[in-house]
């Protein structure tokens, strides 16, 4: 069982930076796939970012190109999400999550492990 903590949410003006954090408890992080989603109320979940086991490979949903940037840190076992620019819009509740292989990294069914969210508030 792989647990997820995330931190670093927050409020923040329009246009100011937030940095997520989301800690696994899992000595072979560099196994797992990572993603990055969000949901505000009232909607659906949404895939904002992933990065492949060892940080080759990053996506991102086309509203946060160019303004978030997913990494990760595999001897601390850490993925971070980077958040500038940030919009009203962005206001939700961030989740981390993790799989091990198989599926569409956008896809949160993909997804077998999951932390409790973290609130990011955006402020017009």
């Known amino acids: 069982q792989v647990q997820l903590v995330e931190s670093g949410g927050g409020l923040v003006q329009a246009g100011g930076s937030l940095r997520l954090s989301c800690a696994a408890s899992e000595p072979n992080f560099w196994n797992y796939r990572m993603g990055w989603f969000r949901q505000a109320p009232g909607k659906e979940r949404e895939f904002v970012a992933s990065?492949?086991?060892?940080?080759?490979?990053?996506n991102y949903i086309d509203s946060v190109k160019g303004r978030f940037t997913i990494s990760r840190d595999n001897a601390k076992g850490t993925v971070y999400l980077q958040m500038s620019s940030l919009k009203p819009e962005d206001t939700a509740v961030y989740y981390c999550?993790?799989?091990?292989?198989?599926?569409?990294?956008?896809?949160?069914?993909?997804?077998?492990?999951w932390g409790q969210g973290t609130q990011v508030t955006v402020s017009s």
């Open positions: 999550a993790a799989f091990r292989q198989g599926g569409s990294v956008s896809n949160p069914t993909s997804y077998d492990y």
């Open positions: 990065i492949s086991s060892l940080g080759t490979s990053t």
